[in-house]
Nanobody, 119 residues
Framework: QVQLVESGGGLVQAGGSLRLSCAAS????????MGWYRQAPGKQRELVAA???????NYADSVKGRFTISRDNAKNTVYLQMNSLKPEDTAVYYC?????????????WGQGTQVTVSS
């Protein structure tokens, strides 16, 4: 099993920044990809950004140019730097871990951290 612990959520004004962190532990040898999903009230969970152990990244169109995903393989930690935040970024953000082959497959999840952007 892989355990994921998130931190860094909170309340911020529109235009502000937040940085989320997610530390992985346990059977980390079984994963080669980590990512961030978010779910707003009444909406489906969506992939925000993902990164492989080799550094390949993928972003949702809505966050390109504003969010940056990175990882520290030595610390088994992935980060999501969120800049120029908008009220529509308000959601619970979930860290995910899994594999990337020809597509992203995530089967381990964190507990979620709330991000609220006020207008």
């Amino acid at each position: 099993q892989v355990q994921l612990v998130e931190s860094g959520g909170g309340l911020v004004q529109a235009g502000g920044s937040l940085r989320l962190s997610c530390a992985a532990s346990g059977s980390i040898f079984s994963i080669n990809a980590m990512g961030w999903y978010r779910q707003a009230p009444g909406k489906q969970r969506e992939l925000v950004a993902a990164i492989t152990s080799g550094g390949y990244t993928n972003y949702a169109d809505s966050v390109k140019g504003r969010f940056t995903i990175s990882r520290d393989n030595a610390k088994n930690t992935v980060y999501l730097q969120m800049n120029s935040l908008k009220p529509e970024d308000t959601a619970v953000y979930y860290c995910a871990a899994g594999e990337y082959g020809r597509r992203w497959y995530f089967n381990h999840w964190g507990q979620g951290t709330q991000v609220t952007v006020s207008s």
